[in-house]
């Protein structure tokens, strides 16, 4: 099983910053993957953004891709979203996933971390 804890959330202005952290604990060596997802108040839960640990290669959604930036810290069992030029539309709660395969789907869920910009 693996665990997995963001960090990083918190307040910010249009146009503004954030790094998100994603701590991942437990049998780490088996990951192949880490995303980052996000809900928006009565939204659908989306995909933000996924990078394989082993290779690196990194996935974004259309709506982030040239502002958010995945990076992995493997010695660390991290992985880091870096948001810049935040819109208040990404207003969301963000929850890091992991997988056990690349292509397969995320089965394991932090508990989320609150991201609010305002206008």
């Known amino acids: 099983q693996v665990q997995v804890v963001e960090s990083g959330g918190g307040s910010v202005q249009a146009g503004g910053s954030l790094r998100l952290s994603c701590a991942a604990s437990g049998s780490t060596f088996s990951v192949s993957k880490m995303g980052w997802f996000r809900q928006a108040p009565g939204k659908q839960r989306e995909f933000v953004a996924a990078i394989r640990l082993s290779g690196g290669s990194t996935y974004y959604a259309d709506s982030v891709k040239g502002r958010f930036t995945i990076s992995r810290d493997n010695a660390k069992n991290t992985v880091y979203l870096q948001m810049n030029s935040l819109k208040p539309e990404d207003t969301a709660v963000y929850y890091c996933?992991?997988?056990?395969?690349?292509?397969?789907?995320?089965?394991?869920w932090g508990q989320g971390t609150q991201v609010t910009v305002s206008s």
């Open positions: 996933a992991a997988s056990y395969v690349a292509s397969g789907s995320y089965g394991y």
